[in-house]
């Protein structure tokens, strides 16, 4: 199974600044059709988990502007350009590309 | 809206069964293949199964490959998953969700907690 390695696992972070997240994979995510099925996924605090970008890059409806994503091959990250309160959470990114689908160990984003 | 409505989560003593349920509504049930995901306390997400459109293709994970069985009746618009020879480990939230092309989720329920304990 394609093992898919998150850092840092805690991020603290300061609101209104900047924040990234790496998720590394075990083996190239680049599917037969030429696409990487890379999603970013948030579970706040006591709620079930969210989408919030799929195969990479694409955001999600209703996911504010500030979430972007990126990456290619084996190498994919989310940012957050301007950290806000309610952005607090675990994120998860998840893998489809290779069967069976795999997440991430998760990266736990808090407040200073 | 998209509504994913699991229950049937309780506690359970290892070796004991139990069979949870998704209530599915606000999309075309039919259409989608379905998946079960579960979260251990206080830990990631693990993919456990999943059911084709039809329900006549499914995958289990191997930690609960001959203990678990995933299905569906789309004339109810239902997911089910059937879980046998329970195990301490497999206590966790199961989580109903809904597939979205190549290996992706875009849709998760709120959740149904499982406990196995004596």
């Known amino acids: 199974d394609v093992v898919m390695t998150q850092s840092p696992v805690s991020l603290p972070v300061t609101l209104g600044q900047p924040a990234s997240i790496s998720c590394r994979s075990s083996?190239?995510?680049?599917?037969?059709?030429?696409?990487?099925?890379v999603d970013w996924v948030q579970q706040r605090p006591g709620q079930s988990p969210r989408r919030l970008i799929y195969?990479?890059?694409n955001r999600d409806s209703g996911v504010p502007d500030r979430f972007s994503g990126s990456g290619s091959g084996t190498d994919f990250t989310l940012n957050i350009s301007r950290v806000e309160a309610e952005d607090v959470g675990v994120y998860y990114c998840?893998?489809?590309?290779?069967?069976?689908?795999?997440f991430g160990g998760g990266t736990k984003v808090e407040i200073k | 809206e998209v509504q994913l409505v699991e229950s049937g989560g309780d506690l359970v003593q290892p070796g004991g069964s139990l069979r949870l349920s998704c209530a599915a509504s606000?999309?075309?049930?039919?259409?989608?293949?379905m998946i079960w995901v579960r979260q251990a306390p206080g830990k990631g997400l693990e993919w456990v199964a999943n059911?084709?459109?039809?329900?006549?293709?499914?995958y289990h994970v191997d930690s609960v490959k001959g203990r678990f069985t995933i299905s569906r009746d789309n004339a109810k618009n239902s997911l089910y998953l059937q879980m046998n020879s329970l195990r301490l480990e497999d206590t966790a939230v199961y989580y109903c969700?809904?597939?979205?092309?190549?290996?992706?989720?875009?849709?998760w329920g709120q959740g149904t907690l499982v406990t196995v304990s004596s």
């Open positions: 195969t990479v890059s």
């Open positions: 969700a809904r597939g979205d092309g190549v290996g992706a989720i875009d849709c």
């Open positions: 059911i084709n459109q039809p329900g006549n293709q499914k």
């Open positions: 998840m893998q489809g590309s290779r069967w069976p689908p795999t």
């Open positions: 606000g999309f075309t049930f039919s259409s989608s293949w």
């Open positions: 083996q190239s995510l680049v599917h037969r059709d030429g696409n990487s099925y």
